[in-house]
């Protein structure tokens, strides 16, 4: 079963994953959660209120949650969780996405990574039943750097 979920989340990234702007540093993930996206959209918004130094949340709707993501060297990233129910019957599909100016920090350095994992991280839903992070380095600039360093 979660070889199959695997799967399907690399089908979804082949099929929408977009070539980012090359003046950008950015990482893309896809998560498979076995609960309802409602579920899912409330803790993400938790999660991010729940570090108001380094987040600051935008517009949410039942399918997307946008937020800001300032780092302490002042380095600002936007930050995209776009929840989708329909592909999973008893789960929720989120893409989410960090993307910062790329002059900043041209190494990233897992930074964009590591936005998006603490906000999955503060939310406890690595821990729910289902869970699957799909990405790697081609989406996500720094990601084998950063994964060590989230913590
Ligand atoms: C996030 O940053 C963008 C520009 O990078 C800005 O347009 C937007 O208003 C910011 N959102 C919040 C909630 O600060
Ligand atoms: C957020 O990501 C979704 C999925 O990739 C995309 O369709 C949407 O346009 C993005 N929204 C913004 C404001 O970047
Ligand atoms: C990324 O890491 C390199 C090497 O450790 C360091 O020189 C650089 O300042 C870092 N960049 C950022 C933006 O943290």
């Known amino acids: 079963f979660a070889a199959f979920l695997l799967l399907l989340g690399m089908c979804i990234i082949i099929t929408s994953g977009r070539p980012a702007p090359s003046s950008n540093a950015f990482c893309r993930i ?28 935008g517009p949410v709707t039942p399918d997307q949650i946008l937020a800001n993501h300032t780092a302490k060297d002042g380095e600002i990233a936007n930050l995209n969780f776009t929840m989708d129910s329909t592909t999973l019957s008893m789960g929720c599909h989120v893409q989410g996405s960090s993307v910062s100016p790329f002059w900043f920090s041209p190494f990233d350095n897992g930074t964009n990574y590591c936005n998006l ?14 869970f699957v992070e799909f990405t790697n380095e081609w989406l996500c600039l720094g990601f084998g750097a950063s994964v060590c360093k989230c913590y």
């Open 30 to 57: 896809i998560w498979l959660f076995g609960v309802p996206c409602d579920q899912v959209n409330m803790a993400i918004v938790t999660g991010i209120k729940d570090d108001k130094k380094s987040y600051k949340l």
């Open 117 to 130: 994992y603490k906000v999955i991280k503060g939310s406890g839903l690595n821990k729910t039943p289902g």
